[in-house]
T-cell receptor, first 111, second 118 residues
């Protein structure tokens, strides 16, 4: 079946550091790929998405590029803030794919 | 605020009991999804309804069932509860403009219902 694998956390960074959270997926064909963010005590919110290969999704300084050749959708941000502290989920869906989420990666940003 | 509401926020019950979780989607959204989030299993898709009809099933146990009513709100029924059913249950909704079976439309998540089975 389809699956999504994310790097395990927590990822701990100082403010203004560069962020990368790795995500790879297993699926045949071309699913749509998503990053969601979950703040403490809240539901998930869509952060960004890409619906076809080589698309780049971006939002709030975060970016991720759909790489079909490496089946990856790594999340990056050039300069993190304390307010970015949250749990980040990579997911695939779209077409004939049941929504499938990674286990989540906790990000902790220190001042 | 995503516009998706879930009640109750917290639910504490005993093994063997039955509970009902309720979800109201965003205004205009036709599709409702249910998810279970637990520490050991992560976020698991349970079931989806579209405009009152079941569209797809994921990892949903036979003890669990759901329905979507004419006003588009949805209920998730959990019966013969076990300790392992303790989890956060999320509902999400989307408009679902589909060209295939699954939409790439954004899913909007509710705040969740925390179920504790003692």
């Amino acid at each position: 079946g389809n699956s999504v694998t994310q790097m395990e956390g927590p990822v701990t960074l100082s403010e203004e550091a560069f962020l990368t959270i790795n995500c790879t997926y297993t699926a045949t064909g071309y699913p749509s790929l998503f990053w969601y963010v979950q703040y403490p005590g809240e539901g998930l919110q869509l952060l960004l998405k890409a619906t076809k290969a080589d698309d780049k999704g971006s939002n709030k300084g975060f970016e991720a590029t759909y790489r079909k050749e490496t089946t990856s959708f790594h999340l990056e941000k050039g300069s993190v803030q304390v307010s970015d502290s949250a749990v980040y989920f990579c997911a695939l869906s779209g077409g004939s794919y049941i929504p499938t989420f990674g286990r989540g990666t906790s990000l902790i940003v220190h001042p | 605020d995503s516009g998706v509401t879930q009640t109750p926020k917290h639910l504490i019950t005993a093994t063997g009991q039955r509970v009902t979780l309720r979800c109201s989607p965003r205004s205009g959204d036709l599709s409702v999804y249910w998810y279970q989030q637990s520490l050991d299993q992560g976020l698991q898709f349970l079931i989806q309804y579209y405009n009152g009809e079941e569209r797809a099933k994921g990892n949903i146990l036979e003890r669990f069932s759901a329905q979507q009513f004419p006003d588009l709100h949805s209920e998730l029924n959990l019966s013969s509860l076990e300790l392992g059913d303790s989890a956060l249950y999320f509902c999400a909704s989307s408009l679902e403009r589909t060209s295939g079976r699954w939409s790439t439309d954004t899913q909007y998540f509710g705040p969740g219902t925390r179920l504790t089975v003692l």
